[in-house]
């Protein structure tokens, strides 16, 4: 069992940077791979980037390549999204989730935080 809590959403102005956080409550942290996904208004969930569990390989959506960043600290038991460079379409509200294997497909993710919204004004 994997609890997973989002934190670091905002309202900001495109342009600005934010970091979003997810902290993970439960024993084996580093053998799930982490996504970010992220849900706009009358929209699907859309997957933005993947972690693996030791940190080794990472893919982002090509609408946030070149400005997100995943991460993870394995020792700490978080893993992050930096967004820089933020424009008003990357308004949504972010998820993170846990899977067993790196893998793109929502179906797969176990887990999921309750999620942090990010609103970005133009």
């Known amino acids: 069992q994997v609890q997973l809590v989002e934190s670091g959403g905002g309202l900001v102005q495109a342009g600005d940077s934010l970091r979003l956080s997810c902290a993970a409550f439960g024993r084996t942290f580093s053998r799930y791979a982490m996504g970010w996904f992220r849900q706009a208004p009358g929209k699907e969930r859309e997957l933005i980037s993947v972690i693996s569990g030791n940190g080794g390989t990472t893919y982002h959506a090509d609408s946030v390549k070149g400005r997100f960043t995943i991460s993870r600290d394995n020792a700490k038991n978080m893993v992050y999204l930096q967004m820089n460079s933020l424009k008003p379409e990357d308004t949504a509200v972010y998820y993170c989730?846990?899977?067993?294997?790196?893998?793109?497909?929502?179906?797969?993710?176990?887990?999921w935080g309750q999620g942090t919204q990010v609103t970005v004004s133009s």
């Open positions: 989730a846990a899977a067993p294997g790196y893998s793109g497909n929502p179906g797969v993710y176990d887990y």
